[in-house]
């Protein structure tokens, strides 16, 4: 198992919320000085293709095989985040959720994407098993399409299901390329554990949003990592000593609502470059 240190586009949304298309140069530029600075010879690097966080200008053929030679020629891999569904009692609005996510796998592969992610909500009058029902039956659909293009995919966990609800979606969707998302922050928000969330999902987790929190004033709250209360040492050593001969994009990500969202980011750096160099082999 290889794990890849990546970044997470949101962790700089307070300078380019609103300007991501124009901004993209200056976002790469930025992981690429990380890459350098702490001596990575690859790294990943989280890019959106819908939503509000879209990169891309022109979705053609064209304009996305330019993106992926920028990414290519700075050894960034691409971790793409292909949009949103919602777990709803309205049929049609889950297909079109779904049908947009199968044609954002497409600009995935084109930019040269492995893996890949999307969101999730759940709304309308859904008790938690039918929603889970709706959200199962729809993890089995994209995967199959993700699988047909040669692609890993994941769902983040916002506020939606349980650990335990998650684990049986994902083991029941019957799509072997379906794995976990494992973001460290929102098992807070949930009320879990995240040392223990990500025992119980190591063996499959794909992708990861490391993030460390601190409860202010009722809000979770982004810090650098190893200044919240996450125990980061343990969630790394798991992930460390998970078997398998797969690739883990751990993106760091600060959310910070004030402060210097550079500065955040390379001490989030130099704490996992600093733990690896202290834990080799």
Known sequence: MKILPSVLNYSYHRQFAGRWVETLDEYLSKVDTLRKKYGF???????????????????????????????????LHPIVLLGRITIHSDKEIVRQGVEEIKKSIED??????????????????LTKEKALRIYTDMLKEIGACA???????????????????LILAVENCGQENV???NDTG????????????????????????LKDYILKDGIWTSVSFG???????????????????RIIYMAFETDLD???EDQAMDECFQYVKSWFDRNKG
């Open 41 to 75: 010879d690859e790294m990943g690097i989280n890019v959106a293709v819908a939503g509000n966080q879209d990169v891309v200008k022109t979705h053609n053929s064209e304009n996305l095989m330019e993106i992926k030679k920028k990414l290519e020629d700075k050894n």
């Open 147 to 165: 699988k047909d293009h040669g692609l890993i995919v994941c769902s983040e966990n916002y506020c939606t299901f349980s650990g335990d609800e």
């Open 108 to 125: 995935a592969v084109l930019l040269g994407a492995k893996t890949a992610q999307f969101s999730g909500a759940i709304w309308g009058r």
């Open 227 to 245: 200044k919240g209360i996450v125990d980061l040492d343990a969630i790394l050593r798991i992930m460390q000593e998970s078997p398998g001969d």
């Open 186 to 209: 929102n098992w807070l928000i949930l009320g879990e554990d995240p040392v223990a969330a990500t025992r119980k999902v190591a063996r499959k987790t794909v992708h990861m949003h």
């Open 179 to 181: 794995g976990y998302l």
């Open 258 to 260: 004030d402060g210097d």
